[in-house]
Antibody, heavy 114, light 112 residues
Framework: QLQLQESGPGLVKPSETLSLTCTVSGGSISSSYYYWGWIRQPPGKGLEWIGTMSYSGSTSYNPSLKSRVTISVDTSKNQFFLKLSSVTATDTAVYYC??????WGQGTLVTVSS | DIVMTQTPLSLSVTPGQPASLSCKSSQSLLHSDGKTYLHWFLQKPGQPPQLLIYELSNRFSGVPDRFSGSGSGTDFTLRISRVEAEDAGVYYCTQSTHVPLTFGGGTKVEIK
């Protein structure tokens, strides 16, 4: 059974960079035809797509975040990553990683505060 | 961006009764490859969204057959034939035909 697990700091200071790791187990991140993505959900609110990386390594980002977002992968560790720069309080959210669309991590709350 | 509008905002259903949830998109979700990338998720409190229906009408692995998806173009429906207590939560539709992927605001389903 495929499993995904997010990890990273739960507290980030304003203007700094949020960095999260998604560790995949039970399957290879290099498998063809799958897309790997990040989605976030501010407390008590709806879902927002951050970006996706294809099995070929190409990336697609939400234009509202594009200038601040980078998604990358380390196939040797079966992990993919999210970096979101210049964060503000509005970036406070539960961040989910997903093998789109059927498999999700449990999510990790990241709070942006000084 | 494609705007996804879900109605109703909330729904209270008696166990064993059917339920119908609507989702409308601001543009057609029919992709040039002939598929409609409209998906339905259920999110229970404190849990990640779980995929119910993908690409308009395909049930994801392990999803009971009381869930069904239908529609075309800009108008979509999720039907639950006989609601059970475990079906409570917030239902989201989402489209991945167009970038950026966008989600509806959700329909909260309460079981009476």
């Amino acid at each position: 059974q495929l499993q995904l697990q997010e990890s990273g700091p739960g507290l980030v200071k304003p203007s700094e960079t949020l960095s999260l790791t998604c560790t995949v187990s039970g399957g290879s991140i290099s498998s063809s035809y799958y897309y790997w993505g990040w989605i976030r959900q501010p407390p008590g609110k709806g879902l927002e797509w951050i970006g996706t990386m294809s099995y070929s390594g190409s990336t697609s980002y939400n234009p509202s975040l594009k200038s601040r977002v980078t998604i990358s992968v380390d196939t040797s560790k079966n992990q993919f990553f999210l970096k979101l720069s210049s964060v503000t309080a509005t970036d406070t959210a539960v961040y989910y990683c997903s093998r789109w669309a059927g498999y999700w991590g449990q999510g990790t709350l990241v709070t942006v505060s000084s | 961006d494609i705007v996804m509008t879900q109605t109703p905002l909330s729904l209270s259903v008696t166990p064993g009764q059917p339920a119908s949830l609507s989702c409308k998109s601001s543009q057609s979700l029919l992709h040039s490859d002939g598929k409609t990338y409209l998906h339905w998720f259920l999110q229970k409190p404190g849990q990640p969204p779980q995929l119910l229906i993908y690409e308009l009408s395909n049930r994801f692995s392990g999803v009971p057959d009381r869930f069904s998806g239908s529609g075309s173009g800009t108008d979509f429906t999720l039907r639950i034939s006989r609601v059970e207590a475990e079906d409570a939560g917030v239902y989201y539709c989402t489209q991945s035909t167009h970038v950026p992927l966008t989600f509806g605001g959700g329909t909260k389903v309460e079981i009476k």
